[in-house]
């Protein structure tokens, strides 16, 4: 099993449409937590980066961490074509060596 | 904003070269780290960095080395190129360690023929 899991996709919603991206992870001692947008043959670009639980917002994106069921979601609101991309998760702990990624959901926000 | 720039976007490079990936960053960041991302297999740690001269293994070394002369700069050799290597490479860096909040560069896009 690995250790965070992530739905590919693809993922096809109109425009306009509220996105959820989401992330099942199997280490309870994860406590950062990231959301990547890739676009095509880019690098991948920090979207978002959360503490703990709780919930982050950045504009129409809000992130969400559920640590007592080991789940982190990335919330788009308003989708937009230009947010066609793949979204990646990753996660680590405080003194590791090394983020642990999900493999990315692939959207396509139809205009 | 944290800079991370790769050497090249795009390489070609034969069976058996030796090849050189660079990258700089320009945020006085501590940690830097080399992926490969290939489809259906994500993103694999390669090699990481948390000071100048120091390196550590990731989860997939074999047929890499890794070179940290100064800070800014981390550069990721192939000894010698095989047809298995040609992947998406992708440099990052962070402040933390462990990579938390890093920031990647554009990517080298390297084929192996």
């Known amino acids: 099993q690995k250790e965070v899991e992530q739905d590919p996709g693809p993922l096809s919603v109109p425009e306009g449409a509220i996105v959820s991206l989401n992330c099942t992870y199997s280490?309870?001692?994860?406590?950062?937590f990231m959301w990547y947008r890739q676009y095509s043959r880019k690098g991948p670009e920090l979207l978002m980066y959360?503490?703990?639980?709780g919930n982050k917002e950045d504009g129409r994106f809000t992130a969400q961490v559920d640590k007592s069921s080991k789940y982190i979601s990335l919330f788009i609101r308003d989708s937009q074509p230009s947010d066609s991309a793949t979204y990646l998760c990753?996660?680590?702990?405080?003194?590791?060596?090394?983020?642990?990624f999900g493999q990315g959901t692939r959207l396509t926000i139809n205009p | 904003d944290v800079k991370v720039t790769q050497s090249s976007r795009y390489l070609v490079k034969r069976t058996g070269e030796k090849v050189f990936l660079e990258c700089v960053q320009d945020m006085d960041h501590e940690n830097m780290f080399w992926y490969r991302q290939d489809p259906g297999l994500g993103l694999r740690l390669i090699y990481f960095s948390y000071d100048v001269k120091m390196k550590e293994k990731g989860d997939i070394p074999e047929g890499y080395s890794v070179s940290r002369e100064k800070k800014e700069r981390f550069s990721l050799i192939l000894e010698s190129a095989s047809t298995n290597q040609t992947s998406m490479y992708l440099c990052?860096?962070?402040?933390?360690?462990?990579?938390?909040?890093?920031?990647f560069g554009q990517g080298t896009r390297l084929t192996v023929v």
């Open positions: 280490n309870s001692a994860f406590q950062y």
């Open positions: 959360t503490y703990s639980s």
């Open positions: 990052a860096s962070s402040l933390r360690a462990g990579g938390t909040e890093a920031f």
């Open positions: 990753a996660m680590t702990i405080q003194g590791a060596q090394k983020l642990v």
